[in-house]
């Protein structure tokens, strides 16, 4: 009830009365003014007004189950949504929710993370207040050999969010990386458990540095925050909802084919590589090439000066007025 009544409170822009709300949700004026309270305590400021009623004054910066229900628009995505102030990392939630019969589109969310996981088994901490740790779970019917895709979805999820949200551009350092000003913002991880032509499940983990007001000395030329780079907070929970929204446009555009071919215009508009050259960490021969943007299998496109090579995995650096980065 009380998502319903932040929800309506939002929506009105003068007072709610206590009867309103009474006969909204069938409760007692007790259950309305105990569940106000509670919002009170959450650090919603909610002006009381007598023979007005209710107006919502200013919204803290939470991102639980209760704030995300009640600015929730997505159909299917965090319909089921599971919040944290502490975890160790909300892939490994996520997982477990798969297996136990959740529903596609559930979503694991943490103010904090002990074990936060990266590519190549990197892991990490995290500080409390300062960024979003997120992860969505899905149930795709398609083939394994396809799912890769669904991380340069997300990245394209989470950019279109982030420049929603701020105004800021943000760009895609391919294949998942988001970046303001060059600096890194936002990682994803995703992992998969499949059979040979079924897939269990997949968990696509977001990590995005928010509020952060400083990074260690070895991380500064490389790791932003919002707020560093944008100058201003923002509510998270905002941040989470423009993602799912975006998440749920993205995908069902993607499920049409299981490539990112009606994708891949959008795709290059927020790639960051597109144009530039880059140096390709390839396992067996490192090389250099200018990045054209991507194939319908999300492939990054390099003409090198012999060829042009088509790259599905491996670290690209593009180069920037210090080198490469």
């Known amino acids: 009830m009380k998502a319903e009544i932040l929800r309506l409170l939002r929506e009105t822009d003068g007072y709610v009365s206590g009867q309103e709300l009474c006969n909204q949700f069938g409760v007692s004026r007790t259950a309305v003014w105990k569940a106000i309270n509670q919002l009170k305590e959450a650090g919603y400021e909610i002006e009381a007004v007598q023979n007005k009623g209710y107006h919502l004054v200013s919204v803290p910066d939470r991102m639980d189950e209760v704030e995300l229900a009640s600015i929730r628009k997505t159909e299917w995505a965090g319909a089921e949504t599971y919040y944290f102030d502490k975890i160790d990392s909300t892939n490994t939630k996520a997982k477990e929710l798969a297996e136990e019969g959740h529903p596609s589109g559930t979503f694991v969310v943490a103010d904090q993370q002990t074990a936060g996981k990266g590519r190549r088994g990197r892991s990490w901490d995290s500080l ?19 799912a890769s895709m669904l991380t340069l979805v997300t990245a394209m999820a989470v950019a279109n969010a982030m420049h929603r949200v701020t105004g800021a551009e943000a760009l895609i350092k391919w294949p998942n990386d988001i970046v303001i000003n060059g ?21 696509i983990g977001i990590g995005i540095n928010v509020h952060n007001e400083s990074f260690p ?48 215009e959008e795709y290059d508009q927020l790639l960051v590589n597109r144009g530039r050259q880059v140096r390709v960490l390839d396992p067996k021969e490192p090389f250099e090439g200018k990045a054209m943007g991507i194939t319908k299998k999300g492939e990054l496109i390099v003409d090198t000066w012999e060829s042009r090579k088509l790259v599905s995995s491996g670290e690209v650096s593009v180069r920037g007025i210090y080198g490469y980065v």
Do not use: W
């Open 128 to 146: 409390p207040g300062t960024g979003i740790y997120m992860t969505l779970m899905l149930k795709p019917d398609i083939n394994p050999n396809h």
């Open 217 to 264: 000395e070895e991380l500064q030329d490389h790791a932003g925050s919002l707020l560093l780079e944008c100058g201003k907070r923002v509510h998270r929970a905002d941040l989470i909802e423009a993602f799912l929204e975006e998440f749920e446009r993205l995908y069902a555009i993607y499920l049409k084919t299981e490539d990112l071919s009606a994708l891949q």
């Open 183 to 203: 600096k890194k913002i936002c990682g994803i991880l995703t992992e998969m458990s499949a059979q040979f032509d079924y897939i269990n499940h997949i968990v």
